[in-house]
């Protein structure tokens, strides 16, 4: 049957119980127990005869003559329920002819065991409490159209348990971070996400407009220079777990908007925060599962302290062979990003395509959890650099699995160096946007370069704490332990092309 001739069938059915003065869609619903509750105290309800109040969605229906065996689910569970029409008369022939696959009952009865054995309740009264139109999918796994079930979510955990899972487990995860964190002594803080400068990350924003106040505004790239301004203010151990939101492709580990945890502790450098990260890992992977492995994409990752540190430029040595980077020229680094297939633009600079080489070739190699430390200070403009080496980041990245989870460093807090940092960074701007800065730059066109922050330095100014910070990406964090391979899957509703009728 045609899902319209479903939906109209099912129209008329609502319209049976309107005509018979009951309301699909009530409000008020009855005092009742969970399903697993009831299925945990089965065998006492049983034997004490007593009536039970359950409310569930009917996944099954299945009629025998004059009754009819209905599964009743749950967040907590699933039960048998039995309808018999010489008990319920009547309301067992409305029942019978208004009730589907979909719909959510309140239902009333006695718990017993049927011949088989199984967990049922003969149900002494039922209630309507929201009519489906529309069916449940009877073959959900086997969709071939995968992007359907991001589409629809609401069937995907309905129907998928495995999805369901993943979800209550993604929750677990957060839940059990926050306390890590705040056992830390961290406070949890709320920074703006619309923000009037893309700042503290490079990468390519999300513009809007305030009507009311005439001015152009960006989605949160970062929380990043909010939560420094909060160490200005005093406050020494701050994080924030929310949405960023960045305007760039779509791929296995990459979705515009996603879920971040950062975090800024006052007086610790990225030393501290290196040892403050194994802490972490090793107390979450023992609140999650126990123990202090985790399994991914068929390997077994064991968690060992202290994780294995490697510098940036090793890596570019043993997998890109670039033999020695500091001795390479942007040009004949660009020379070489090409022969490895990538694309390089014209504005790029020498530290950015050192970078997209590292993430192309190398980052995938390292499966154990790594540092990977010294990172160009020319793609990180809000670190501090490494002493007696001007041109290196005291920076690092956590690596596990071949992804990148976390990424820290010592934070630059000299007002004067920040500035000439951003002032660099609006060199390789759109050169709308240089020119803006300063009549005389001339921009590169890089729309992921740094905006200059007027206000973030003047904050500086008024004195900020030796720091160090941590970002966490949380939709990774999960993939990794819950051995996903789609960034997609651990997303309750990823950003997807609009379908076009």
């Known amino acids: 049957m045609a899902l319209d001739d479903i939906r109209n069938e099912r129209i008329k059915k609502l319209e049976t119980l309107e005509k018979s003065g009951i309301d699909a869609y009530p409000a008020k619903i009855a005092a009742h127990r969970s399903i697993g509750e009831i299925v945990k105290k089965f065998l006492a309800l049983a034997r004490g005869k007593k009536k039970v109040v359950i409310v569930g969605r009917i996944m099954a229906k299945r009629e025998h003559g004059g009754s009819t065996f209905c599964d009743l689910k749950d967040a907590s569970g699933k039960i048998q329920l039995f309808f018999k029409e010489d008990v ?18 309140e239902v009333e009865g006695k718990a017993f065991k049927t011949k088989r054995g199984e967990d049922t309740i003969e149900v002494a009264s039922w209630r309507m409490l929201a009519k489906s139109l529309l069916p449940l999918p009877e073959k959900w796994h086997g969709l071939q159209d995968v992007e359907e079930r991001f589409r629809k979510r609401y069937l995907d955990l309905l129907m998928n348990d495995e999805v369901r899972e993943r979800f209550i487990f993604r929750s677990k995860i957060t839940t059990a971070l926050r306390g890590i964190i705040e056992k830390e002594g961290f406070q949890e803080f709320e920074t703006p996400i619309l923000q009037p400068l893309a700042g503290g990350a490079l990468a390519r924003p999300f513009k809007t407009h305030h009507n009311a106040l005439d001015t152009e505004l960006f989605l949160r790239i970062a929380p990043e220079l909010y939560l420094k301004r909060l160490l200005v203010g005093g406050f020494e151990k701050a994080y924030e777990l929310g949405r960023i939101f960045r305007n760039e492709g779509i791929d296995a580990t990459h979705n515009p908007e996603f879920s971040e945890l950062e975090l800024y502790a006052a007086y610790w450098d990225e030393d501290d925060m290196m040892k403050f990260v194994e802490r972490m890992m090793l107390g979450l992977l023992k609140a999650v599962f126990k123990k202090s492995e985790v399994s991914y994409q068929g390997q077994t990752i064991k968690m060992k302290a202290p994780f294995v540190r490697v510098t940036f430029r090793n890596l570019l040595k043993k997998y890109a062979l670039v033999a020695d980077y500091d001795h390479e020229t942007r040009d004949s680094l660009a020379l070489t990003a090409r022969r490895l297939g990538l694309d390089v633009g014209a504005h790029e600079g020498k530290g950015k395509i050192a970078d997209e080489i590292y993430k192309k070739i190398c980052r995938s190699k390292i499966i154990e959890p ?16 490494k002493d007696g080496a001007k041109d290196t980041a005291r920076r690092f990245q956590l690596i596990l699995g071949g992804m990148e989870l976390m990424n820290g460093f010592a934070e630059l807090n000299d007002p004067q160096d920040q500035r000439a940092r951003f002032e660099e960074q609006m060199k390789m701007r759109p050169p709308s946007e240089a020119g803006r800065a300063s009549p005389t730059v001339v921009g590169g066109g890089d729309e992921e370069a740094h905006p200059f922050d007027e206000n973030f330095v003047e904050a500086l100014e008024y004195g900020m704490p030796p720091a160090a910070g941590l970002g966490i990406g949380i939709d990774r964090l999960v993939m990794l332990l819950t051995d996903t391979k789609n960034v997609r899957e651990v997303i309750l509703f990823p950003t997807l092309r609009p379908l076009r009728k």
């Open 88 to 105: 319920l008369g009547d309301a067992y022939r409305l029942f019978s002819d208004t009730a589907d696959i979909g719909d959510f009952l």
């Open 370 to 385: 790594t540092f990977v430390v010294e990172h160009p200070l020319d793609i990180s403009p809000l670190a501090k650099a």
